[in-house]
């Protein structure tokens, strides 16, 4: 049973540059959210996909989007790439139609430089 | 405002002691609170989760203690090995609960 797959895995991109990071979750979960962890801090929600529609933002501006197809698979999309969007990106898969996350499974990351 | 905090230096402990790495949270009522492992480069993974209505959770060489009236979680690792050395990330479910909520974490090293 392949785990969360995530790519690519590392990315360089030039400021002002548009980026698109995707995410296949584990087998049997429905759920998909996207954080970003600078370097020497825990991850930072971004959003979170579920039924194909964003259920829940963290504290990021309208340059993150994002989108869920039907096979539960998601994509992050970052516009206009600032130095400061070097990160690496986790995406978390889980099931429980919404509701409380009790474990979520977290792909390797795509690591992200802007320059 | 609300905030989680593990220690930010890191813990360096001999092999086969125990190790309790501490996660302190205010303005906030998790329903849950987990602890994940962490790698360099790698992806957080998930060793426990604690509900606000439990006092302590095991599993094998781990313990996790939840003190909702002190806002504080405890994380021990018994007989602790090299192989343990990781980053240690406790996570609240917050907003409704569909989000986590992660500390800083804390890093680990376990020396021989």
């Known amino acids: 049973d392949a785990g969360v797959t995530q790519s690519p895995t590392h990315l360089i991109k030039t400021r002002g540059q548009q980026v698109t990071l995707r995410c296949s979750p584990k087998?049997?979960?429905?759920?998909v959210s996207w954080y970003q962890q600078a370097l020497g801090q825990g991850p930072q929600f971004i959003f979170q996909y579920y039924e194909e529609e964003e259920r829940q933002r963290g504290n990021f501006p309208d340059r993150f989007s994002g989108h869920q197809f039907p096979n539960y698979s998601s994509e992050l999309n970052v516009n206009a790439l600032l130095l400061g969007d070097s990160a690496l990106y986790l995406c978390a898969s889980s099931f429980g139609g919404g509701g409380f996350i009790t474990e979520a499974f977290f792909g390797q990351g795509t690591r992200l430089t802007v320059v | 405002s609300q905030k989680i905090e593990q220690n930010s230096e890191a813990l360096n402990i001999q092999e086969g002691k125990t190790a309790t790495l501490t996660c302190n949270y205010t303005n906030y009522s998790p329903a849950y609170l987990q602890w994940y492992r962490q790698d360099p480069g790698r992806g957080p993974v998930f060793l426990l989760l604690?509900?606000?209505?439990?006092k302590e959770k095991r599993k094998e060489r781990l313990k996790v203690t939840f003190d909702t009236t002190l806002k504080q979680s405890l994380f021990h690792i018994t007989a602790s090995q090299p192989a343990d050395s990781a980053t240690y990330l406790c996570a609240l479910s917050t907003g409704g609960g569909n989000k986590l909520t992660f500390g800083t974490g804390t890093q680990l090293k376990v020396e021989l």
């Open positions: 604690i509900r606000e209505n439990e």
């Open positions: 087998s049997g979960h429905d759920t």
